[in-house]
Structure formats: structure tokens, C-alpha cells
């Protein structure tokens, strides 16, 4: 007949495997799961540059008469409003780059 106290000792082995085996268990049951998590990265935005142009303005001579400086003047605006428009669209590049 077996003792109490190896009774007793085999009772304690058999517990402590059987919370073991419960506890890996219950480990290996939660599953890893995979996330994919998006961050905006910057990305810097190197707009080609665009040249002001040489207005007509600029070059009259200082002799021209009102005719002459009207038509300067208004091939200057005309030039002026194309340079900004190269410039609103390097603009619109950038903001609209991935």
C-alpha cells in the first residue's frame, strides 16, 4: 500500500500538469492576428522650376509714345497672367502628388 505523503506528492504532479496543460492551452488558443496600419508619409515635392519672363514693359524705350507703351503694357499683362498660370499648375502638381 502507498503512503499518504507519496499519495499526496503524486496528487500535487498531477495538478500542476493539468494546470500546465490548461494554461498552454489556453496560450495557444489566442491567435496572433495580423494589422496593417496606413501612415501619410511626406514626401517632398520638387515642382519643376518656372522662369519669369522678360516683360515687354521693361525694354520700351523711354522715347515711345502712348500707343507704344499701351502695347507694351498689354503684352505684358497677357505674359503675366500665362507665368501665373505655370506657376498655379507646379503648384497643383504638388498638391495633388501622392
Do not use: H
Not at 500500500?1 to 495557444?28: H, Q, S, Y
Not at 522662369?51 to 522715347?63: C, L, R
Amino acid at each position: 500500500m502507498k503512503t499518504t505523503r507519496e499519495l499526496t506528492r503524486r496528487l500535487v504532479i498531477l495538478g500542476f500538469g493539468v494546470w500546465l496543460g490548461l494554461l498552454l492551452a489556453g496560450c495557444a488558443s489566442l491567435g496572433q492576428e495580423t494589422v496593417r496600419v496606413e501612415v501619410p508619409v511626406a514626401v517632398p515635392c520638387n515642382p519643376p522650376a518656372v522662369e519669369e519672363p522678360t516683360y515687354p514693359i521693361d525694354s520700351i524705350a523711354p522715347t515711345a509714345d502712348a500707343f507704344e507703351y499701351v502695347r507694351a503694357l498689354w503684352a505684358t499683362v497677357e505674359m503675366y497672367e500665362a507665368y501665373v498660370l505655370q506657376l498655379r499648375a507646379a503648384t497643383e502638381l504638388c498638391r495633388n502628388s501622392p
